[in-house]
């Protein structure tokens, strides 16, 4: 049966827990992502082992979004509930958690979570920035943290290709591996070109998997005039992946921040 229209998934911890709110920030490099791994380390993984060393039965933490290898987090919502008993207050979680995570993440703040919230299922919108150095030579402080570009990029040729991409589509030109159903809302997709690095600025409810990476892929392909910026509304015509840009490398790119709908009361 249906649920009503007015009815809400019920996302309260399991009786006896107490659900806790925490927002994460991570070096990719050394993680197959945030998912735990079989073989791989993952921040997930890494994350749930600091909890481990503060006390037993947190449970696996769940963050707003699934990064892939190598992906950077400047700002992740993630949940974790817990015993009831668990004798680490909140104000002090942050740090103690610090103190057994390793350089590559760290834990920026920490709270109760408000009732009914879920990091991943609450979730109403995700931001991410892929950040291009555009410049003749590379610097070595933005290796692993930007993708280097030696020639020049129109980015207003980026901007108008932008312009086509935004809004709800199907996105199956720009995504790989995808078995669920492709049509997503895509609200904001500019090129904010600032000194050598550049920001590609992307927002939406949710993503495709590799779905940012094979839009600035095609972007770059306009800016280095190897396609028209009214190319683009055909290749999400004809939703074939060979026909977009190729995905650029993960390390460039990274989760900035999410959006939550204001607890009723707030």
Known sequence: ??????????????????????????????????QSQPNAPSV????????????????RPVAAGRT?????????????????????????LA?????????????????DAPAGFHARFSCTER???????VSSQRHPLWHGRALHLPGALDAGAMNAAATY??????????????DRQTVRELRVLRVVPEGPVWEVQVTGESFLRHMVRGLVGTLLLCGQGKL?????????????????????PAYGLYFTGASYPVPEGA
């Open 127 to 133: 931001r991410y920035v892929y950040r291009l150095l």
């Open 95 to 111: 740090r103690a958690l610090n103190a057994w995570l390793p350089p590559s993440v760290s834990v920026l703040e920490a709270f």
């Open 228 to 248: 028209e910026p009214l190319a683009v509304r055909d290749v999400l015509a004809h939703r074939q992946r060979s026909q977009a840009g190729a995905n650029v």
């Open 68 to 92: 892939d290898a190598g992906v950077h987090a400047e700002a992740m919502p993630v949940h974790v509930d817990v015993p009831g008993g668990f004798r680490v207050p909140a104000p002090k």
């Open 1 to 34: 049966m249906d649920p009503l229209p007015d009815a809400r998934p019920d996302f309260r911890p399991p009786a006896g827990y107490r659900r806790l709110r925490l927002t994460l920030a991570w070096d990719g490099g050394p993680y197959a992502g945030w």
């Open 165 to 178: 991409l935004t809004g709800t589509h199907d996105f199956a030109a720009f995504a790989t591996q995808e």
């Open 44 to 59: 997930q993984d890494t994350l749930h082992a600091a909890f481990g060393r503060l006390g037993s039965g947190a449970f």
